[in-house]
């Protein structure tokens, strides 16, 4: 079975930098043999997160299916105040067993790096027992696109999260699904059914 990746872009802006580059990123994914879906909050709106509430509709659905099929997660956001997008918070506030031995590669649209958001989800996955990439894909609108076409060091950066994440995130996927049949006392035994 082909590695699954699934990626979540959270920007809620046509046409943005963070969303275009994680959509490419996927595509180069699938060169190292990942099958790969993409979640984008602009079209799958999620209700804001109250833990209260049993909502179900038919995005939260589609989102939890796609979290579910998923291998590994790339996380893409804009730069707000040096956080993530209120709609990326609102999507990792929906989940937590879900994340657990995934590994999680990060995408940041932003003029100063992106590093805090980046830190931000990366916390939050942390939390919920994922594996993060050590290093994140910086963009910069008018750096990285220019006339509709991207910069060849973008393309590279991206690429080689794609090749990371399909190839890291295989070895800690498959170790974390062999860790749930062990009887030893492992990270994964604590998510035994």
Known sequence: M??????????????????TSLSITLDLA????????LLDLK???LPMFDPAENKSNSDIQKAQDDVLWADALILSTPDYHGSMSGAMKNFLDY?????????????????????????????????????SMPYGVSVIDRDDFTDGKINPKLESRLDMLARDIVVYGDILRQQFVKDLSDSDNTFASRYRK
């Open 30 to 37: 699938k060169k190292y043999g990942a099958e790969t879906r």
């Open 95 to 131: 989940f937590w067993s879900e994340f657990a031995g995934k590994t999680f590669g990060y995408i940041c649209s932003s003029h100063e790096k992106g590093l805090t958001a980046m830190d931000q989800m990366r916390t939050a996955v942390r939390q919920c027992y994922g594996w």
């Open 43 to 45: 079209k799958t709106s």
């Open 2 to 19: 082909a590695f699954r990746v699934l990626g979540v872009g959270s920007s809620l802006r046509d046409n943005a930098s963070s969303t």
